[in-house]
């Protein structure tokens, strides 16, 4: 996972220029340890199951300050969806597993409406789709 996080934080930094100006490289990259610190100890949520609560919204908080600081697609379905991830293999309470997962479909949703607008949401079943054998031009109407 946190490899993954690592990768994440560098594909941010080559795809998004602006994210090397000190002055959003220093906060960005101090909200992404915060962020990997916090996965790193998330096995303690199994052993104190009360810690959920706090951590999930730390968590998610941390996430949307990432997504808004980098305005990256990219990181908007990587985090989002790590944590879903997250929730519900660790967290054992049921409930809290569903809100937690809702809460992030919700934010993931609302970042992704507020970075590529509503006609955005359109083209999300075609990202999987070989370019290579023209299915993606074609429902590009190229």
């Known amino acids: 996972m ?3 996080l690592v990768g994440m934080y560098i594909q ?4 998004t220029p602006g994210l090397r100006v000190p002055a959003v490289l220093f906060p960005f990259t101090g909200l992404m340890l915060i962020h990997i610190f916090l996965h ?3 096995f303690y949520l199994t052993v104190r199951p009360r ?4 951590y999930l919204v730390m968590q998610g908080g941390l996430a949307f300050a ?3 600081i980098s305005n990256n697609v990219g990181l908007t379905f990587g985090l989002y969806f790590a944590l879903i991830g997250e929730a519900v293999g660790i967290v054992q309470d049921r409930r809290l597993t569903v809100i937690a997962v809702a809460s992030y479909l919700g934010l993931a949703l609302y970042t992704f ?3 590529m607008g509503w006609d955005g949401l359109w083209g999300l079943p075609a990202v999987g789709w070989p370019r ?3 299915l993606g031009n074609q429902l590009r109407g190229v």
């Open 12 to 15: 941010a930094l080559c795809m």
């Open 40 to 42: 790193w100890f998330s």
């Open 113 to 115: 409406v507020s970075q």
């Open 2 to 4: 946190i490899a993954v």
């Open 51 to 54: 810690l959920s609560l706090p």
């Open 66 to 68: 990432l997504i808004a």
């Open 132 to 134: 290579h054998a023209g």
